[in-house]
């Protein structure tokens, strides 16, 4: 999944009105929603979804105070675009949307979006006394990263294509340990070149 990109299939839909939290806060950034639960169109019938949440506020002035907080993050600032970890959750920010990638049970999508945005209003309103971090890791293409991969299409991986294999790889949504093959002694050097692909994406700023 492309974290749930346009051609995903919307599964399910919930709207949410108001943000549940404490509103009456002047700090919050995040006060109303409304998210989706879609199927990955990689891999349709395979029961992998993410959860898409809709945001009529634009976030990304809390983008560089999320980057400096969250795990194992890709950003890239000129486009506001931001990916990270929290809570073994690989999460994908863009200034109205905020896409969860791997939800195992359809019934927790409400609890995780609750949480995200939980999460961007609890990171705003202590913004003051968190030191921004700019520093950017861009995303390979998928392409690039297509082309280190075995292209057996074995679908070991739980992909059917090793492209759609590497367009998840490319956001963080799976690990290289995905791929069963990479850890073979003839693919060595595939796995340590898409290791450096990704690891020479990183500037600072």
């Known amino acids: 999944m492309v974290f749930c990109d346009p051609a995903d299939r919307i599964v399910g839909f919930i709207?949410?009105?108001?943000?549940?939290?404490?509103?009456?806060?002047?700090?919050?950034?995040?006060?109303?929603?409304?998210?989706?639960?879609?199927?990955?169109?990689?891999?349709?019938?395979?029961?992998?979804?993410?959860?898409?949440?809709?945001?009529?506020?634009d976030i990304s002035t809390s983008f560089p105070y999320l980057n400096a907080v969250l795990n194992n993050?890709?950003?890239?600032?000129?486009?506001?675009?931001l990916i990270g970890t929290n809570n073994q959750r690989r999460y994908a920010f863009r200034p109205h949307e905020i896409q969860a990638g791997m939800v195992e049970d359809p019934s927790e999508t409400?609890?995780?979006?609750?949480?995200?945005i939980e999460l961007v209003n609890r990171v705003w309103e202590e913004h003051e006394s968190i030191t921004p971090s700019f520093r950017e890791r861009k995303l390979p293409t998928v392409y690039e990263i297509y082309k280190l991969l075995p292209g057996t299409n074995c679908k070991e991986c739980g992909y059917p294509?090793?492209?759609?294999?590497a367009a998840d790889m490319r956001n963080g949504v799976i690990s290289l340990e995905v791929c069963p093959l990479l850890a073979k002694p003839e693919y060595k050097q595939n796995r340590e070149q898409i290791i450096t692909l990704f690891s020479s994406c990183q500037t600072n700023r």
């Open 15 to 57: 709207a949410v009105s108001n943000y549940n939290g404490d509103v009456s806060s002047p700090n919050k950034l995040i006060t109303d929603y409304r998210f989706e639960l879609v199927e990955d169109h990689h891999s349709p019938g395979s029961g992998r979804y993410g959860v898409r949440v809709i945001l009529p506020a």
């Open 110 to 116: 409400p609890k995780i979006a609750e949480e995200v």
């Open 73 to 81: 993050t890709l950003y890239d600032h000129e486009n506001s675009i």
């Open 161 to 165: 294509t090793c492209l759609a294999c």
